[in-house]
């Protein structure tokens, strides 16, 4: 082989620098194909960390008291915001986050 390494070294060396397996597994075959590619918690965090980015990307929701916490990638918003069409802006936003199964829309508004 002219590069000296194969596909399976270089998923090796990835999931090793990335942290995904510890270094003792990193030469075992069996345990890479084995181990998941992502914990539950660090994807709910990468999840997370999405969903909270895309809603301080949504303008309207700028003014907006929303925390976000993520479980098997079931969202769950709870906080205040100031309307009806805040509350569904922010759940139709989390909602379109890739990796989220369902939300749980627990955001207070005022009562019209």
Do not use: C, W, Y
């Amino acid at each position: 082989m002219k590069h000296g390494f194969t596909a399976a070294s270089l998923i090796a060396i990835s999931a090793f620098t990335f942290g995904v397996i510890p270094p003792a597994m990193a030469g075992d075959a069996a345990a890479r194909t084995a181990a998941p590619a992502m914990s539950t918690s660090a994807a709910d965090a990468a999840i997370k960390g999405k969903v909270e980015a895309s809603l301080a990307e949504t303008t309207s929701l700028q003014d907006a008291q929303i925390q976000v916490e993520v479980s098997d990638g079931v969202i769950l918003l709870s906080g205040q915001v100031n309307s009806a069409a805040q509350r569904d802006a922010a759940a139709q936003r989390a909602a379109g986050v890739e990796g989220v199964k369902r939300v749980i829309n627990e955001l207070a508004a005022p009562k019209s």
